[in-house]
């Protein structure tokens, strides 16, 4: 920077010196702007025109832009491409202004962290992973603690799995996962790339290892879930997995700058509870994705994959990488599929319904980011407006998990009301 700059550009030069690993884009008006080192990334990942404009001094500076309508579409082209990007907002009225706006960082945009729909694929989830090594002993390998989130529905879980086998407890689990972006304590990352190095290309981001502290997490992680300790998410006697949760609700909060309500709740979980399948099992019989290519064609999830809802899709492909041995659970989900599978009438009525059901999960979670817009409080009350009718066909399903499936459906008709109250279509 120049000792010529422009209060702009030195407003400019603070948010980049504190986002120095993202790229900035600062908001000018109708459009958002990057400079420098950003401008010259920026041209070539969205393809847009680099030109150059005064820094003071007489010296000149790269400079690419962006409208600021078609963020969600430039934004996506960084977040595949694996670039963090810092979002810079007017923070006030420039109209109101005296002198220069005042601009911030308002949210920063990484692989493991969006909950733009357009960028998002509908049928998955898009976690955000974090890992922490529990120090062993000599006759005792330290345990695995993994958190995991994604921040598009407000899914948060916590596991610990054995550290030995050279990691491969942690690889299969991180198969299932599929993380768009993995945390990990800096004094850790390097022995964890190579570790994860042959089977994902995932973005791992270290964090300092204090944001691993046991103290630090319980606190964070109470405070996130407003509760006075975690015994009654059944996490007291776990140490490295709340350490591993308490530095990913840090990571969020830094990112997003804002309260996190829609993860209010924690799940625990044990991979003894189902059938693991390791990574080499779970690529050779293919089951989400082919050996070719790494799509979706010609799957196991392919063939059996004909949910309506993308809730439903997200949870199959959960349950197919996650196969049950309780046979009390497997019967009692092959009595519901028999159930329909014997009933053709209420199996296409409920079809039908469904085709009425949007994304109920990620649009809550835009909700809650403050990031909604008309058209999901649209998608909402549509939604609410068929639970009634799907309730009523459930109820007179013979089988115990959709009993309980009808005790669990809630038609919200306050808000329902209020939605068609509140929204013109036109």
Same mark, same amino acid.
């Given at each position: 920077?120049?000792?010529?700059?422009?209060?702009?550009?030195?407003?400019? @030069?603070?948010?980049?010196?504190?986002?120095?690993?993202?790229?900035?884009?600062?908001?000018?008006?109708?459009?958002?702007?990057?400079?420098?080192?950003?401008?010259?990334?920026?041209?070539?990942?969205?393809?847009?025109?680099?030109?150059?404009?005064?820094?003071?001094?007489?010296?000149?500076?790269?400079?690419?832009?962006?409208?600021? @309508?078609?963020?969600?579409?430039?934004?996506?082209?960084?977040?595949?491409?694996?670039?963090?990007?810092?979002?810079?907002?007017?923070?006030?009225?420039?109209?109101?202004?005296?002198?220069?706006?005042?601009?911030?960082?308002?949210?920063?945009?990484?692989?493991?962290?969006?909950?733009?729909?357009?960028?998002?694929?509908?049928?998955?989830?898009?976690? /955000?992973?974090?890992?922490?090594?529990?120090?062993?002993?000599?006759?005792?390998?330290?345990?695995?603690?993994?958190?995991?989130?994604?921040?598009?529905?407000?899914?948060?879980?916590?596991?610990?799995?054995?550290?030995?086998?050279?990691?491969?407890?942690?690889?299969?689990?991180?198969?299932?996962?599929?993380?768009?972006?993995?945390?990990?304590?800096?004094?850790?990352?390097?022995?964890?790339?190579?570790?994860?190095?042959?089977?994902?290309?995932?973005?791992?981001?270290?964090?300092?290892?204090?944001?691993?502290?046991?103290?630090?997490?319980?606190? +964070?992680?109470?405070?996130?879930?407003?509760? @006075?300790?975690?015994?009654?998410?059944?996490?007291?006697?776990?140490?490295?997995?709340?350490?591993?949760?308490?530095?990913?609700?840090?990571?969020?909060?830094?990112?997003?700058?804002?309260?996190?309500?829609?993860?209010?709740?924690?799940?625990?979980?044990?991979?003894?509870?189902?059938?693991? /399948?390791?990574?080499?099992?779970?690529?050779?019989?293919?089951?989400?994705?082919?050996?070719?290519?790494?799509?979706?064609?010609?799957?196991?999830?392919?063939?059996?994959? @004909?949910?309506?809802?993308?809730?439903?899709?997200?949870?199959?492909?959960?349950?197919?990488?996650?196969?049950?041995?309780?046979?009390?659970?497997?019967?009692?989900?092959?009595?519901?599929?028999?159930?329909?599978?014997?009933?053709?009438?209420?199996?296409?009525?409920? +079809?039908?319904?469904?085709?009425?059901?949007?994304?109920?999960?990620?649009?809550?979670?835009?909700?809650?980011?403050?990031?909604?817009?008309?058209?999901?409080?649209?998608?909402?009350?549509?939604?609410?407006?068929?639970?009634?009718?799907?309730?009523?066909?459930?109820?007179?399903?013979?089988?115990?998990?959709?009993?309980?499936?009808?005790?669990?459906?809630?038609?919200?008709?306050?808000?329902? +009301?209020? /939605?068609?109250?509140?929204?013109?279509?036109?």
């Amino acid at each position: 920077m120049t000792t010529a700059a422009t209060p702009m550009l030195r407003q400019y @030069h603070r948010i980049k010196n504190e986002h120095p690993d993202k790229v900035v884009m600062f908001r000018m008006g109708d459009f958002y702007e990057m400079f420098y080192e950003d401008a010259v990334t920026a041209s070539r990942v969205l393809n847009i025109t680099l030109t150059k404009r005064g820094a003071g001094g007489g010296e000149t500076m790269p400079l690419a832009g962006i409208p600021y @309508h078609q963020l969600d579409a430039y934004l996506s082209k960084f977040i595949r491409a694996g670039y963090k990007v810092a979002i810079a907002e007017q923070t006030e009225d420039p109209k109101k202004a005296k002198g220069l706006v005042r601009r911030d960082v308002v949210r920063v945009a990484t692989p493991g962290t969006i909950t733009e729909s357009s960028i998002l694929d509908e049928r998955r989830h898009n976690f /955000l992973v974090s890992i922490y090594r529990e120090n062993g002993s000599a006759k005792k390998s330290g345990a695995w603690g993994v958190a995991v989130c994604d921040m598009s529905t407000g899914r948060f879980e916590i596991t610990e799995m054995n550290g030995g086998r050279e990691g491969a407890d942690l690889l299969s689990e991180l198969c299932r996962l599929q993380p768009a972006e993995i945390l990990v304590p800096a004094s850790e990352r390097d022995a964890l790339a190579r570790l994860l190095d042959e089977s994902f290309r995932v973005p791992l981001t270290a964090l300092p290892d204090d944001d691993f502290g046991g103290r630090l997490a319980r606190e +964070r992680l109470s405070e996130q879930l407003q509760v @006075h300790d975690l015994s009654g998410f059944g996490a007291e006697e776990l140490n490295a997995a709340p350490r591993a949760a308490g530095a990913l609700i840090g990571y969020l909060r830094d990112t997003q700058k804002s309260a996190l309500e829609h993860v209010n709740t924690l799940k625990v979980y044990s991979t003894s509870d189902y059938m693991i /399948l390791d990574a080499t099992t779970q690529r050779s019989l293919e089951l989400v994705e082919n050996l070719q290519a790494g799509g979706r064609d010609g799957t196991l999830l392919s063939v059996i994959d @004909h949910t309506i809802t993308p809730m439903g899709a997200r949870l199959l492909r959960s349950w197919l990488l996650r196969p049950l041995k309780d046979t009390t659970e497997i019967d009692q989900r092959l009595d519901a599929v028999d159930t329909l599978f014997q009933d053709y009438g209420a199996r296409e009525d409920l +079809r039908a319904q469904l085709k009425n059901i949007y994304d109920i999960e990620r649009i809550a979670a835009r909700i809650n980011a403050g990031t909604a817009n008309a058209r999901d409080l649209v998608a909402l009350r549509e939604s609410l407006n068929a639970v009634p009718v799907i309730r009523s066909r459930v109820a007179g399903l013979n089988a115990d998990l959709w009993r309980d499936l009808t005790d669990w459906l809630n038609p919200h008709d306050a808000l329902a +009301r209020e /939605l068609a109250n509140a929204i013109v279509d036109q």
